[in-house]
């Protein structure tokens, strides 16, 4: 089959996989696209690497404002927050590191512009950042894609936020194991739905709603251990 670029296309391509059109599959096309829609979150969020990745945002904090919309992102979890520069930081908002900073110049610790200097210069700045730098922690709400900015800014930041997003469903509808774990989900719903009437083929033969289950959750079980499998270690964990 062509590479599946609609969820209409993933639809049709379920149906055949369970047989149609040799076979009535008694489920209706929505059915199938909630089966399709719940897959993609849980692959979204679960398998590392091809359901989700890193990206970096820059976000702006307001003076008395604790809360940002992340809203249309497809943001899953937010990590860190740093402010966008550190010479900014040296040059307007932070007296104190002004201060340690003239004295390691006084003492003769950063003495030219040579390279092993420079090093020593950066590294100087970065630690005296680590004693006097303001730091913010960050606590991203899924349920209303806001994140929580603490302590609350007292002034204005601009900075860059460390996040995992999501990856377009539609660029997962040809991943080999969304396809196969959509599919053992179509067919355990068809099972379930098979169970309660009788279905008869042409020709007199009969479809085993509790023996297409079984083969569901059978299939179901191997497309969840190899997503676990090949997905990347995790490196970040996403409550409910």
């Known amino acids: 089959m062509a590479t599946i670029t609609t969820l209409d296309g993933f639809v049709s391509y379920i149906k055949v996989k369970l047989g149609d059109p040799v076979v009535c599959v008694e489920l209706d096309d929505s059915q199938i696209e909630q089966c399709i829609e719940d897959v993609i979150q849980e692959f979204q969020r679960y398998n590392s690497g091809e359901g989700n990745y890193e990206d970096y945002m820059t976000l702006t904090l307001t003076s008395g404002v604790?809360?940002?919309?992340?809203?249309?992102?497809?943001?899953?979890?937010?990590?860190?927050?740093?402010?966008?520069?550190?010479?900014?930081?040296?040059?307007?908002?932070?007296?104190?590191?002004?201060?340690?900073?003239?004295?390691?110049?006084?003492?003769?610790?950063?003495?030219?512009?040579?390279?092993?200097?420079?090093?020593?210069?950066?590294t100087v700045v970065k630690e005296i950042?680590?004693?006097?730098?303001?730091?913010?922690?960050?606590?991203?709400?899924?349920?209303?894609q806001t994140v929580k900015v603490i302590p609350t800014p007292n002034e204005e930041y601009m900075g860059v936020i460390h996040v995992y997003r999501a990856e377009t469903a539609v660029n997962l509808y040809n991943n080999p194991l969304v396809k196969r774990l959509a599919v053992a989900r179509c067919k355990i719903?068809?099972?379930?739905?098979?169970?309660?009437?009788?279905?008869?083929?042409?020709?007199?033969?009969?479809?085993?709603?509790?023996?297409i289950i079984a083969r569901g959750k059978e299939e179901e079980e191997k497309a969840l251990a190899d997503i676990k499998d090949e997905g990347e270690p995790p490196t970040f964990f996403i409550e409910g």
């Open 66 to 122: 604790d809360e940002y919309s992340l809203s249309g992102s497809d943001v899953l979890n937010a990590i860190d927050f740093k402010l966008s520069s550190v010479a900014g930081q040296l040059n307007t908002l932070f007296s104190p590191i002004n201060f340690a900073l003239s004295d390691f110049l006084a003492q003769g610790v950063i003495t030219s512009m040579g390279l092993i200097n420079y090093h020593t210069a950066m």
């Open 129 to 144: 950042d680590n004693y006097f730098g303001v730091r913010f922690r960050v606590d991203f709400r899924p349920a209303t």
């Open 189 to 211: 719903l068809w099972g379930e739905i098979l169970s309660k009437i009788t279905m008869t083929l042409p020709g007199g033969g009969t479809l085993n709603g509790a023996e």
